[in-house]
């Protein structure tokens, strides 16, 4: 009696969420195989997981479609998750190019293939809720989508509507809507790791607006989540706290783990304001619990509990 192989699932990019999708998905017994464009590389996120000798590393154009049609036919994968792409807005103006081909044009080509092959490989583009607009409410999928004023967003609503349309042509895709995600592997320029920093070492730092509000939520969990996703029909879906917290806050709360008035040691630049922000963008989950109900699955790590986590690791 022969064995039944493993299945492959295929992950497009080797960052933060691309490594705790798999340390997720490697419990769930699959055989992982991990892109990056890059053959010489340290993938340092996965040997914090300590799961760099329990994945493949596969070299992959994601722009040249006869290498991806290479790597599906080599690995048929029951699941493609793209998380390629340059995700910081600040960078994206002046990495413009770079930002639309792997959010928006990397993607385009995959889903073409897919759709070429008649393929029932289910397909998952991560998103941002930084799409969507909304007024002194929570972000749902109901949220009108905002007007880009930056190359990120500007692609990321390109990959949404894309998404749609292969969905409405039979394509099994899913649009996944994340927020603000942290972890222990989160560089050290993002505002809560550089603030974490900044009390343990008793320096000053400048900040731009803080009073805007934020969804904050731990990938550990997240990801989770999402590696139950397959479970579900082909849709657009939302991952976040569902709480909102804004720099103020979170500064406060920081410095005072160590009885440290915030002010004393934060200089408010209004140079590293962004234009049109909004106040607050904070993701719904009401959808999202619901289509989970049945998993009993649900994010628990946010607010205070969340910055500790942030703060310990630092």
């Known amino acids: 009696m022969k064995l039944k192989k493993k299945p492959h699932i295929l ?3 080797s960052g933060v969420l691309g490594a705790y999708l798999s340390k997720s ?17 340290s ?14 590393f596969q070299k992959l154009d994601i722009l ?9 036919n080599k690995y048929n994968p029951i699941c493609i998750y793209y998380f390629a792409g340059q995700s910081s807005i600040d960078k994206s103006n002046k990495l413009s190019k770079n930002t639309k081909n792997s959010n928006y ?8 293939i897919l759709h070429e092959n008649k393929s029932n490989i289910k397909f998952f ?16 999928l109901n949220s009108k989508i905002a007007k880009p004023n930056n190359p990120y967003i500007l692609a990321q609503i390109k990959a949404y509507k894309l998404v749609k349309y292969y969905r409405n042509l039979g394509i099994r895709c899913y649009s996944i809507i994340f927020f603000n995600i ?9 505002l809560i790791k550089k603030i974490c920093l900044a009390v343990k070492q008793k320096k000053k730092i400048n900040v731009g607006n803080i009073d805007t509000v934020r969804d904050y939520s731990w990938a550990p969990e997240i990801l989770k989540g999402v590696s139950l996703l397959y479970k579900i029909k082909p849709c657009d879906i939302i991952f976040a706290s569902g709480k909102g917290i804004s720099g103020r806050q979170i500064t406060k709360y920081l410095f005072g783990l160590k009885k440290l008035d915030y002010m004393k040691y934060i200089n408010i630049n209004k140079n590293l304001f962004r234009k049109n922000e909004n106040k607050i963008i904070v993701g719904s989950m009401k959808e999202t619990l619901r289509k989970f109900k049945k ?20």
């Not at 044009?105 to 073409?112: P, S, V």
């Not at 583009?125 to 749902?140: D, V």
């Open 11 to 13: 992950i497009i990019g």
């Open 25 to 41: 998905l490697i419990g769930k017994k699959y055989n992982i195989i991990v892109t990056t464009r890059r053959v010489k590389k």
């Open 43 to 56: 993938f340092l996120n996965y040997k914090k997981l300590k799961i760099d000798k329990k994945v493949k």
């Open 64 to 72: 040249n479609k006869k290498e991806i049609r290479k790597i599906i």
């Open 105 to 112: 044009i990397g993607a385009k080509k995959f889903l073409e």
């Open 125 to 140: 583009k991560s998103n941002t809720g930084y799409i969507f607009k909304e007024k002194n409410k929570k972000i749902s």
């Open 182 to 190: 942290e972890s222990i592997l989160r560089p050290n320029e993002f």
């Open 295 to 314: 998993f009993r699955w649900k994010p628990k790590i946010f607010g205070g509990k969340l910055l500790y986590k942030m703060y310990n690791s630092a």
